[in-house]
């Protein structure tokens, strides 16, 4: 079973940057699609940006495009999200997840059926 961990959250303020690390263990990730997910107080969780297992595939979500970048390093089994000029509306609980279908992972609305998900990593942007 593949396991997921978080890393890289904290408290910023408006403007400054982030990069969130997703560490894949107990299988190697070059099998699967890799997608960021987050989760506000009060609201559904939402898809904010997706990689296919290959990187020939790259999605976000519009509120995050050109702010946020998705990429992967297979060798050392670690998807990554670099987020820069955050904005408060980017406070949210973070995810990782994983998935053999490119499909599922990037659907809308946002599919909870993904072959493992992490802990989530905390991230809050005051202004």
């Known amino acids: 079973q593949v396991q997921l961990v978080e890393s890289g959250g904290g408290s910023v303020q408006t403007g400054d940057s982030l990069r969130l690390s997703c560490l894949v263990s107990?299988?190697?990730?070059?099998?699967?699609?890799l997608a960021w997910f987050r989760q506000a107080p009060g609201k559904e969780r939402e898809f904010v940006a997706g990689?296919?297992?290959?990187?020939?595939?790259?999605r976000y979500t519009d509120s995050v495009q050109g702010r946020c970048t998705i990429f992967r390093n297979n060798a050392k089994n670690t998807g990554y999200l670099q987020m820069n000029s955050l904005k408060t509306e980017d406070t949210a609980v973070y995810y990782c997840?994983?998935?053999?279908?490119?499909?599922?992972?990037?659907?809308?609305?946002?599919?909870?059926?993904?072959?493992?998900w992490g802990q989530g990593t905390l991230v809050t942007v005051s202004s």
């Open positions: 997840a994983v998935d053999m279908n490119w499909g599922r992972i990037i659907a809308d609305p946002i599919d909870n059926t993904h072959e493992a």
């Open positions: 107990g299988h190697s990730m070059i099998y699967y699609n």
């Open positions: 990689i296919s297992w290959s990187g020939d595939g790259v």
